[in-house]
């Protein structure tokens, strides 16, 4: 430590934050936390209000943003409600990426599935697949608006999150991609593995959102009905996985005496 117990050298400040010195001298550079002064003797020093900045530079990096957008946080001096749109974003941006690797997983996963059961790879499915991953997020259905009765059970599901949310989106595309795969691989709906992906779809994607309640069963089935308001990559992944979800789903209930609205009967619930 300096003479001064308020100030800190570049070496001393790097080792409480955990960092290089290369590091705090680039943060210099950009301008994001230059030091305070200098000493008689010419050295950079640093104060416990830098120190400051520094812990939340940290934190904001640790996060995932970027250093620009750290210099305009720390030299804005955001409210608290600024804050929270802002981590609500970043909370957002990551959970896509956190999305994007799982769906790009999924359809590793399938492949494997596919070349597994001896078979060649459909590799125009595979890529269209690929494709559609990059193409789709959950920000393109935000004009999409359920029904009060689809929203009451989301509600209380514990979905209405932004957590909750990109989980349920994230797994419904999961299933989609694994719907491909078991059809490609002329798996039989009725079969056990059939059977075990129609439970999911079910547990998962439908009873999740619907309680199992008549009026919400009804309004999601209709929402098959009505898919020009879905995003047009989501859409598409869902055209490629509808045959085997909807025999699957159709075997499970049967199999399983679950009563469902007559409308609902047949249909591939989404």
Do not use: C
């Not at 001298?25 to 200098?38: A, E, M, W």
């Not at 530079?57 to 957008?69: E, N, P, Q, T």
């Not at 974003?89 to 959970?95: A, T």
């Not at 995003?231 to 085997?244: G, N």
């Amino acid at each position: 430590m300096t003479q001064d117990p308020n100030r800190y050298t570049v070496g001393e400040l790097a080792k409480e934050a955990g960092l290089t010195v290369r590091t705090l001298q680039h943060y210099d550079n950009i301008g994001l936390l230059p030091p305070s002064g200098r000493t008689e003797g010419g050295r950079r020093y640093y104060t416990d209000a830098d120190m400051l900045e520094l812990t939340q530079i940290v934190f904001y990096k640790s996060v995932g943003i970027k250093l620009s957008d750290i210099r305009d946080r720390l030299s804005n001096a955001p409210t608290p409600k600024e804050l929270e749109n802002f981590f609500n974003g970043q909370l957002s941006l990551l959970l896509q990426k956190i999305g994007a690797l799982q769906l790009a997983m999924s359809v590793l996963e399938a492949s494997i599935d596919i070349v597994r059961a001896e078979k060649l790879p459909p590799w125009e499915i595979l890529v269209e697949l690929i494709r559609t991953a990059k193409g789709s997020s959950l920000s393109d259905w935000a004009g999409f608006n359920p029904s009060p009765s689809l929203l009451s059970n989301i509600e209380a599901g514990g979905l209405a999150t932004l957590s909750g949310i990109m989980g349920y989106y994230n797994t419904m595309r999961e299933l989609m991609v694994k719907a491909v795969a078991l059809h490609e691989t002329g798996i039989a709906p009725e079969s056990i593995e059939g059977q075990a992906f129609g439970k999911r779809w079910w547990k998962e994607v439908v009873v999740s959102v619907t309680n199992g309640h008549d009026e919400a069963l009804k309004d999601m089935a209709s929402m098959g009905t009505s898919r020009k308001e879905w995003s047009v990559a989501d859409r598409r992944l869902f055209e490629l996985a509808e045959p085997f979800i909807e025999a699957a789903v159709a075997a499970y209930i049967s199999q399983n005496n679950i009563a469902v609205p007559e409308m609902v009967q047949g249909r591939d619930h989404m």
